[in-house]
């Protein structure tokens, strides 16, 4: 069965990326995966410094974050926009995730790894820019990123009172795309 590892870039209580997230994660399982959602509230790590790392190792939850990327077979992120990019946390989780340990293989994580990406705002645009440089930065980790992408604007409106997405036509879109991610890995892992 593919495995897939669900996150948004968002550590705020009643996020609308880990709503967005969680939806595209529902499909996912609908899909025929089998899909883990955390949050990265849950693995708070130090901001990446070579020094500190070359003295102490990495993080233990760092080293937990990074574990459930490599035993994964897929991502679903979601992120929201700061300043028409991803927030530090998401990238200071992805750094950490990159770097080596022991014997295992060189960006073990992300290699090969099929990727789905996501983005909330209360905004009309949906975080439509920080889908540009997420993009191209997992790409850069030598992952799979799906053609398909989800920008949901105004994403306040499609919200029902418990902070769950009930919007029929940004449930399906998140669909589509979880489906895309599922069929993307269960083809490559079957080859």
Known sequence: ??????????????????????????AAKDAGAEVT?????????????EDEEAEYGIPERAQAFKQLMIEHDAILIASPEYNSSY??????????ASR????EPVLAAYKQ????LMAASPGALGGMRVLVVLRMLMQNLSCIVAPAQVAVGNVADKLDESG???DE???KQLANLAKQVVDLATKLKSE
């Open 169 to 171: 036509k940004t449930k």
């Open 113 to 116: 790894k099929v990727v789905g």
């Open 37 to 49: 959602v955390i949050n990265l509230a849950d693995y708070a790590m130090p901001i990446f410094n």
């Open 100 to 103: 080596k340990a022991g014997d």
């Open 164 to 166: 769950v997405i009930s």
């Open 87 to 96: 927030p530090a946390v998401l990238k200071n989780a992805i750094d950490w």
């Open 1 to 26: 069965m593919t495995k897939i590892l669900a996150f948004s870039g968002s550590t705020r209580r009643n996020s609308y990326n880990q709503a967005v997230v969680e939806c595209a994660a529902q």
